[in-house]
Every structure is written in C-alpha cells, then in structure tokens.
Nanobody, 127 residues
Framework: QVQLVESGGGSVQAGGSLRLSCAAS????????LGWFRQARGKEREFVAA????????YYADSVKGRFTISRDNPKNTVYLQMNNLKPEDTADYYC????????????????????WGQGTQVTVSS
C-alpha cells in the first residue's frame, strides 16, 4: 500500500515557475514507477510526465516537453515536477500516481495502469 500526498501548487503568472512535490509512504517507494497527470475543469485527466523506478528513464507529454522536468529522490520517498515557463493552459489539478508492475510498453501515459493516486494539488496560471 502506498499513500501519495501532493504539495506545491498555487497561483502564478504566465512565464513563472512552480515545483510540485509528491511524498509517498511505504518502504517500497523505489520499486514504483511514478507519474504526474493533470485534469483541467471539464476535461479528462491527462498524462504529463513519468519516471522509471531508478530515475534513469523519463517521459513527457508533448505539451510540456522542454518546460517540465520530473525527478525523484528515493531516500526521501518523493517525486518532483519542476514546471517552468508556465502557460494559462497548464491550469489544472495535478495528481501524482504510482505503478508497481506493468507489461505495457506505453505504461507511463495509461491512467488505468497506475495503482495509487494522490488527492491532487491545484495550479492556476494567469495571463
């Protein structure tokens, strides 16, 4: 069982930066692949970024490539999402998620592959 708690959301102007954190409980954190998803009002939850258990592989949605960076600190049981050059269209609730096992090659972008989800943190970007 893994519990995930996001933090770091807030309001920022376009072009600004935020760093989201997701702290996890449990001693097997390093065994999990981790992802960030977001959901804007009236829209479906969409993939943002993901990272392998070791941190050696990262994956990004095209809309955030070059602006967002996902990283993890296994001893601290924490995954981060550094968001730079934010745009109004980045406004959404952001969720972190953990996945233990998968046979899917594109596991990172599949919501149904993730086993645990956090409660979300809100990000608002004003123009």
């Amino acid at each position: 069982q893994v519990q995930l708690v996001e933090s770091g959301g807030g309001s920022v102007q376009a072009g600004g930066s935020l760093r989201l954190s997701c702290a996890a409980s449990g001693r097997t954190f390093s065994s999990y692949r981790l992802g960030w998803f977001r959901q804007a009002r009236g829209k479906e939850r969409e993939f943002v970024a993901a990272i392998s258990w070791s941190g050696s592989s990262t994956y990004y949605a095209d809309s955030v490539k070059g602006r967002f960076t996902i990283s993890r600190d296994n001893p601290k049981n924490t995954v981060y999402l550094q968001m730079n050059n934010l745009k109004p269209e980045d406004t959404a609730d952001y969720y972190c998620a953990a996945l233990l096992r998968t046979a899917q090659r594109n596991w990172y972008e599949r919501r149904d592959e993730y086993d645990y989800w956090g409660q979300g943190t809100q990000v608002t970007v004003s123009s």
